[in-house]
């Protein structure tokens, strides 16, 4: 996608995102529980060297401005907001047991929601943000710790 320089590290991100996607869900296709605790292992270190701090990147620089700023898209916020939390719940909650479906269902819902963000989100934060709301977007900086 050909973004704004300010959204460009996120957009990177998401593509990253789609291939972690992927992969992710040919582990949970697979009925072999070795590979399902792989799985399990894969989710929870993308999560601590990625995924969070993603989240709390468009959580603190986007969702809060366009909630505060520009009420119209807050509806999209909200959604946003609860499949980062349907995501971090699967992050901690999962379990051998629970493994194929946890990983296949976090799959479904990462893949879905960066295309959303990419498609929805992004071409509106570029039509309404303010150079100085963009600079924020690009100059963030996660609070630690990071989960």
Same mark, same amino acid.
């Given at each position: 996608?050909?973004?704004? #320089?300010?959204?460009?590290? +996120?957009?990177? @991100? /998401?593509?990253?995102?789609?291939?972690?996607? =992927?992969? !992710?869900?040919?582990?949970?296709?697979?009925?072999?529980?070795?590979?399902?605790m792989e799985?399990?292992?894969?989710?929870?270190?993308?999560?601590?060297?990625?995924?969070?701090?993603?989240?709390?990147?468009?959580?603190?620089?986007i969702f809060?401005?366009?909630?505060?700023?520009?009420?119209?898209?807050? #509806?999209?916020?909200?959604? +946003?907001?609860? @499949? /980062?939390?349907?995501?971090?719940?699967?992050? =901690?909650? !999962?379990?051998?047991?629970?493994?194929?479906?946890?990983l296949a269902?976090?799959?479904?819902?990462?893949?879905?929601?960066?295309?959303?963000?990419?498609?929805?989100?992004?071409?509106?934060?570029?039509?309404?943000?303010?150079?100085?709301?963009?600079?924020?977007?690009?100059?963030?900086?996660?609070?630690?710790?990071?989960?």
């Amino acid at each position: 996608m050909d973004r704004c #320089e300010q959204l460009q590290k +996120l957009s990177r @991100e /998401h593509q990253d995102s789609l291939l972690m996607a =992927e992969k !992710i869900a040919q582990i949970a296709e697979e009925d072999d529980q070795n590979a399902l605790m792989e799985g399990i292992d894969i989710l929870k270190k993308y999560n601590e060297t990625e995924l969070e701090k993603h989240l709390q990147h468009e959580e603190r620089t986007i969702f809060m401005t366009l909630i505060q700023h520009y009420k119209e898209h807050a #509806e999209l916020c909200i959604d +946003l907001g609860k @499949e /980062h939390g349907f995501m971090r719940t699967i992050v =901690e909650e !999962i379990t051998p047991e629970t493994a194929k479906k946890d990983l296949a269902d976090f799959a479904n819902v990462l893949k879905r929601h960066s295309l959303r963000e990419e498609n929805e989100l992004f071409p509106i934060i570029e039509s309404v943000f303010t150079r100085e709301q963009l600079d924020e977007v690009l100059n963030f900086e996660p609070w630690l710790p990071l989960h």
